[in-house]
């Protein structure tokens, strides 16, 4: 999807690489006869989060925060188009928020099993 182009267009080459090899080693049973490497990297590479998840919390902060910039244009841009802006009345009258406690270090803890 076009997330998934955002993110890995802007993570460093050698995560890239690595994830792109993991992907070609376990995923090559998807690779259809006629498709290119491109293709098949383009239909597979969602798998490539998981078991990458330490290797993207790990990223600079630097990096993260321009992915996360990237996406938040992207969202305001679909938003707007949506015309799902200013409905915050809305949502209060539907949702009730519950509190939840993030700790990235049980996520990277995690990642690494």
Known sequence: T?????????????LKEKIYGWLKKECASENKDGQTEE??????R????????????????????E??????????????KLRAVNTRETVRKYVKPVVVKSDATVEIEAASL
């Open 2 to 14: 076009g997330f998934q182009n955002m993110v890995y267009d802007q993570i460093p080459a050698e």
């Open 39 to 44: 293709q098949f990297i383009y239909k597979t």
């Open 46 to 65: 969602k798998k490539g989060f998981g078991p990458f998840k330490k290797d993207f919390w790990e990223l600079p902060e630097s990096v993260k925060n």
């Open 67 to 80: 992915i996360g910039k990237t996406l938040e244009k992207k969202f305001d841009f679909l938003f707007k």
